[in-house]
């Protein structure tokens, strides 16, 4: 790769990790425990969506990073943080791996972004469902088991963020498909 290249590539990964911290400001928190509904995978999405699972990734890690910074982070373990932020925002860059070519039909493009989005967010998932079942237990309600609980805990709010997603991705897709889609 080119050193402008590299260098334009660096700028795109900042920007979109500072649009994913700044939109997880923005978000709906209704959750007592963590969690919001939030566009804060969008910028995500597209870097992955735009350059591939590294660069998805290693937005996704800032954004993890960045956002404790700024927010009052709900942790009990350094290893539940790890999971719950730099981790579990990681992993939402393997979108990355269906990222397409602008050039490839528009029917393919919005395939690949459902797909790529809900294999980002359940990655995101398993890493906050992990967390939950192993610190978290304590909260599930008598008589529910802990990975149940955990599970719809976590899936409350992350399937109507990536559903969210999907919808704006999808509309930038059709109406700008080069801010979403490599050339």
């Given at each position: 790769m080119k050193k402008n290249n590299?260098?334009?590539?660096l700028v795109e990964i900042a920007l979109m990790a500072a649009v994913g911290v700044i939109l997880d400001l923005l978000s709906?928190?209704?959750?007592p425990n963590g969690g919001s509904i939030s566009l804060a995978m969008v910028p995500i999405?597209?870097?992955a969506f735009r350059r591939g699972a590294g660069p998805g990734l290693i937005t996704?890690?800032?954004?993890g990073?960045?956002?404790p910074l700024l927010i009052a982070p709900f942790y009990v373990h350094p290893i539940q943080f790890i999971l719950d932020y730099p981790a579990a925002f990681m992993l939402v860059g393997?979108?990355?791996l269906f990222h397409v070519s602008v050039n490839t039909n528009k029917r393919k493009r919005l395939t690949m972004i459902a797909v790529g989005c809900v294999v980002g967010?359940?990655?995101r998932l398993v890493s906050h469902f992990i967390s939950g079942v192993i610190w978290f237990g304590d909260m599930a309600p008598e008589g529910t088991p802990v990975a149940l609980y955990s599970f719809l805990y976590n899936a409350s709010y992350l399937l109507p963020t990536a559903v969210v997603s999907i919808i704006v991705l999808g509309l930038l897709s059709n109406t700008?498909?080069?801010m979403v889609h490599y050339e």
């Open positions: 590299r260098l334009v590539l709906l928190r209704l959750w999405f597209l870097i996704g890690l800032l954004v990073v960045l956002q393997l979108a990355g967010s359940l990655f700008a498909p080069k």
